[in-house]
């Protein structure tokens, strides 16, 4: 069975430098989430889209934006790149709203990424 | 706000059972769930249990939900050198959006 798909799996980046990570929800999932998982640490909401619109938003950086295009992927745009970036960023999809209706929420493999 | 606790470490012998348990503070939360985390690796739903459930059984895993303390737990049955992992406990209000994650369990397992 289809997976979520994020791009790429690992990347390197200089401080203030900018990455762009990409995730591929399940076919027919409309919804999709982002994670940030530091080293030792519990994966930490950052934002969500339902049906192409922003529809939560957590701990995300203002130097961080996202969206979701009419596709269902969405990309995850990180400027102005901080060491404390350093991360495992977790893309998950679901149809609809997980948890309304005990829907789950499907996990990418993660994309890690290293700021020196 | 939202608080999802854990305790951070759990050792087990190879064929007992472990129990990891699991605090949340928010009492709209309508599903919880446990993740496993093997190192390197992505999240992998585990299991998840209603709020109206008191208990969920899938094979070796068993789920206990205490609403009234707000404390769920996993028991893993003939814990196998296979289950050793981090293991995440999450909650999602009645309109889920997105999952508060307790600090995670690192359970190792002892031949």
């Known amino acids: 069975a289809a997976g979520v798909i994020q791009s790429p799996r690992h990347l390197i980046k200089e401080k203030r430098e900018t990455a762009t990570l990409k995730c591929y929800p399940i076919p027919r999932h409309d919804t999709v989430y982002w994670y940030q998982q530091g080293p030792g640490q519990d994966p930490q909401f950052l934002i969500s889209?339902?049906?192409?619109?922003?529809?939560d938003k957590g701990s995300i950086p203002d130097r961080f934006s996202a969206q979701q295009f009419s596709d269902y992927h969405s990309e995850l745009n990180m400027s102005s790149l901080e060491l404390g970036d350093s991360a495992l960023y977790f893309c998950?999809?679901?149809?609809?709203?997980?948890?309304?209706?005990?829907?789950?929420?499907?996990f990418g493999p993660g994309t890690r990424l290293t700021v020196l | 706000g939202e608080d999802v606790e854990q305790s951070l470490f759990l050792s087990v012998r190879e064929g007992d059972s472990s129990v990891i348990n699991c605090t949340y503070t928010d009492s709209s939360s309508t599903y919880l769930y446990w993740y496993k985390q093997e190192p390197g690796a992505g999240l992998q739903l585990l299991t998840y249990?209603?709020?109206?459930?008191d208990m969920k059984q899938d094979q070796r895993l068993t789920v206990l939900l205490n609403k009234k303390d707000k404390h769920l737990s996993l028991r893993i049955a003939d814990t196998q050198t296979g289950d050793s992992a981090i293991y995440f406990c999450?909650?999602?209000?009645?309109?889920?959006?997105?999952?508060?994650f307790g600090p995670g369990t690192r359970l190792s397992v002892l031949p």
């Open positions: 999450a909650e999602t209000g009645n309109y889920g959006q997105n999952f508060v």
């Open positions: 249990i209603f709020s109206n459930m």
């Open positions: 889209f339902y049906e192409k619109m922003q529809s």
């Open positions: 998950a999809s679901s149809v609809g709203l997980a948890g309304g209706t005990g829907t789950e929420q499907f």
